[in-house]
């Protein structure tokens, strides 16, 4: 996948071995060979100064992960040559993270970090005081796949298009039954998110299908606040005492959620 605004000082993906690390839309196999696009070309010659025979590994988010090894270093159609596979695939938990966008700088961290907690949905939604409202879908797809790259998943978040929080709640029990939606309120008493997580936790909802629903920097809408607490599929949760940013809310309302009900 090109990378959005790349150039020449963007980070390396590599994992922790120190390789570089891709992530390609074609089949993944023993023996099999994969002509890269011309944006993944040019980053590995030009950029990363590879030549013949040096080693990638590779994922699709399906067939895990592959090392590879450079056959033909082309600067517009290198040829990579599928060696073995590392890694076999893995899901990522079934935890989505809906929330209201921000602005760019900001929506592309929330991309970023929601794929390093492992969301597998990054659902934006827009509700009544969200200011942001025009998206662009390949950016934060792309934002999502270079953390994949980074922080070593062989598995991608599945980034949908922005919908209407109403809409979305309307057809709820159709497109994600049985999914616990856990809506984070900033006028729920600190403290509470502590008691509403052991609670499902106790229910048994730990890995359970769960949805973090995050709210705009001017909070949810009175109307907005009364639809959810009514809403029987739906906990609440505190954001606790200090009043955070929308991106910081998201990613912190992940952790305690992955701690308490995840696979950490």
């Known amino acids: 996948m090109a990378r959005e605004d790349s150039d020449d000082t963007h980070d390396t993906p590599r994992c922790a071995s120190g390789k570089a690390r891709l992530y390609v839309e074609g089949d993944l196999g023993k023996g099999a060979s994969l002509t890269l696009d011309r944006d993944q070309s040019h980053y590995l010659v030009n950029v990363l100064r590879m030549g013949a025979d040096a080693q990638v590994l590779l994922f699709n988010g399906r067939d895990g992960e592959w090392a590879a090894r450079i056959a033909e270093p082309h600067k517009k159609n290198c040829v990579l040559e599928l060696v073995a596979r590392t890694r076999a695939q893995e899901p990522l938990p079934d935890v989505w993270l809906l929330f209201a966008p921000v602005k760019k700088a900001r929506l592309d961290f929330i991309a970023q970090k929601a794929t390093e907690m492992g969301a597998a949905v990054i659902q934006p939604v827009i509700t009544e005081r969200t200011v942001v409202t025009r998206l662009k879908d390949e950016r934060l797809q792309a934002n999502a796949v270079e953390a994949a790259e980074q922080c070593g998943l062989v598995a991608v978040p599945e980034v949908r298009e922005a919908e209407k929080l109403g809409s979305l709640l309307a057809k709820w029990e159709e497109t994600a039954p049985g999914r616990r939606i856990l809506f984070c309120d900033e006028s729920e ?30 909070g949810f809408s009175p109307k907005e606040r009364e639809l959810l607490r009514g809403r029987k599929d739906t906990a609440v949760l505190s954001l606790g005492p200090r009043i955070m940013r929308a991106d910081t809310a998201a990613i912190a309302a992940l952790a305690v959620v992955g701690l308490a009900l995840g696979d950490w």
């Open 189 to 218: 008493e600190p403290g509470a998110a502590r008691e509403a997580l052991a609670r499902l936790a106790a229910e048994g909802w730990r890995g359970a299908p769960l949805a973090v629903l995050i709210g705009p920097e001017g």
